[in-house]
C-alpha cells in the first residue's frame, strides 16, 4: 500500500510542488487562493453594488411618483375605485410623453387586490393576489424587484417581457395614511447597461486590488526567498568549510598524537644510549679505579703506592671527560632570557667557532614573546639543520632563515652542496632529521626536506599561540 502510494500521480506532484522554490509555491498557492477570494469578493461586491443601484433607482422614482400622482389620487381615501374624471387625468400624464416613454406600464393597487388604475384598461376594477411587493409598499416601504410573469395581472395581459416593477406607496394629504400603492413597470435596457457599467467597475476594481496585493506579496516572497536561498547557499559552503578544518583538525591531531608516541620512543631509547654510554665508560673507569684502591693498600712501598695512584688518577680523569662529553650531549646552553633571532644567531656563531665555515642569518620581524617549546625546537633545528650541511655539504652556502607569518614563525636552513644522498636519517644517538620532524610535528607543525642540484633545504613551521600547550 505504501508503494502504491508512493508511485500514485498525486505523490509525484506533491513531491514536484515541494521542490519548487518558495516564492513559486507562494505564487501558485498564493494565487489559486487569491482568485478564489476575488472570485467571491467580486460577486458579493457586485451583488450589493447591483442591489444599491436598483433601490437607488427605486427611491428616485418613488419621490418622482409620489410628487406627480398623489394629488391625482386623493379620492382612493373614500372610495374604491377612481372616477372617470381622475381617470382621464391619469391617463393625460401617464400614456403621454417622456413618462409613457420610460415607464411602459402603470398600476395602482388597493390593500385588498383590487386594481384601482392601471394603463391597461382592461384590469381597472380586477382583483388579483396583492403582489409582495405590494404589501410591502403597504406597510411604508419602497421595494423594487423584477416581474414575475407568472403573476395572475400579467398573465391577463399575456406578457412575456420582464421590466423592473417598483411599488411606491401614495398617502393621504391630510392624515399621511397610505390610501393606495403605485406599481410601475420601468423599462430594464437603461438600468442593464448601468448595472453592466457597475458590475465592469465593481470586477475591475476587485480584481486591480487583488492583482496589487498579489504582487506586493509574491515581491516581499520572492526577496525574502532569495535571500533564504543566498543563506542556504552561505550555511552550506561554511558547514562544508567547517567539515573540512574538522578533518584537517583530526588529521593534525593524529599525526600529532603518532609524533608525540615517536617522540617518546625516542627518548627512551636515547636515555638508553646514554646510559650504555655511562655503562661503557665512566662506569668502568670508575671500577677499575675502584679495584686499584685495593692495589693501594697491598703496595709494599711508596713508590709503588705512587705509581697506582698516579694510574688511578689518569683512570678518574678520563671518567670525567667522558662524563663532561655526555653532559654537554644533553644540556642545552641557557635560552630563557633569549629572543628566537638571538638563539638562532647564537647557535649559528657557536656552529661557525666549532667548524671555521661562514653562517648567512636572516631573520626579521619575529616576535620576541615566542613559546619556550617553540625556542627549544629552533634551537636542535638549527643546530641538526647546520650539522648535516656541514657534514654532507662541507658547509658551503649555509644560510639560516627565520621569519614569522601570521600565526605562524618559519625557519629555514640551506645549503648550496649537493644535497643529503638519502644519508638524512642519523642513528649515532643524535636527534637527527627523523627527531627533528617529530619534535616539530608534535607542537603542531610542518616539517619538510627538499634535495637538489642546488642544494638541500629543510624548513619548519610552528604555530606560536600553540607552542606552551604542545
Known sequence: MVEAAATSPRFHRARGFRSLSQSIQFALSGGIVMLAAMFLAGVVISGIVTRAAVESTAT???????????????????????????????????????????????????????????????????????????????????????????????????????????????????????????????????????????????????????????????????????????????????????????????????????????????????LRNVGAELHDGPVQLIGLSALKIEQVRRASNRSGRETILSAIEGLLGDALRDMRAIARGLMLPEIQQLSLCEIVTSVARVHEQRTGTAVRVICEGVPLDTPQAVRLCAYRFVQEGLNNAYRHAGGHGQTVECRHDGDLVILRVSDDGAGAGGRAERHDGSLGLLGLRERVESLGGTFSVRHGPQGTVIEMSAILNGGEEA
Open 60 to 270: 428616485s422614482s418613488a419621490l418622482f411618483l409620489d410628487s406627480l400622482l398623489s394629488p391625482l389620487v386623493q379620492e382612493l381615501a373614500h372610495r374604491d375605485l377612481l372616477g372617470a374624471q381622475a381617470i382621464a387625468r391619469l391617463d393625460a400624464t401617464l400614456k403621454n410623453g417622456a413618462f409613457a416613454d420610460r415607464f411602459a406600464h402603470v398600476d395602482i393597487w388597493r390593500n385588498d387586490g383590487l386594481v384601482a388604475y392601471s394603463t391597461t384598461s382592461g384590469l381597472i376594477g380586477g382583483r388579483f393576489p396583492l403582489p409582495e411587493g405590494a404589501a410591502m409598499a403597504f406597510d411604508g416601504e419602497v421595494s423594487a424587484r423584477y416581474t414575475d410573469l407568472a403573476a395572475g395581472e400579467h398573465v391577463a395581459r399575456a406578457w412575456t417581457t420582464k421590466y423592473l416593477e417598483i411599488y411606491v406607496p401614495l398617502r393621504e394629504h391630510r392624515s399621511g395614511r397610505i390610501i393606495a400603492v403605485v406599481e410601475i413597470h420601468e423599462l430594464t435596457q437603461p438600468l442593464e447597461v448601468k448595472l453592466l457599467r457597475v458590475r465592469i467597475h465593481t470586477w475591475l476594481v476587485v480584481t486591480g486590488a487583488a492583482l496589487s496585493i498579489a504582487a506586493a506579496l509574491t515581491a516581499v516572497v520572492y526577496r525574502n526567498s532569495r535571500l533564504i536561498a543566498q543563506q542556504q547557499i552561505a550555511l552550506q559552503n561554511r558547514l562544508g568549510e567547517i567539515e573540512r578544518v574538522s578533518n584537517q583538525n583530526s588529521e593534525l591531531r593524529m599525526k600529532v598524537q603518532r609524533a608525540s608516541g615517536r617522540l617518546v620512543e625516542m627518548n627512551e631509547s636515547y
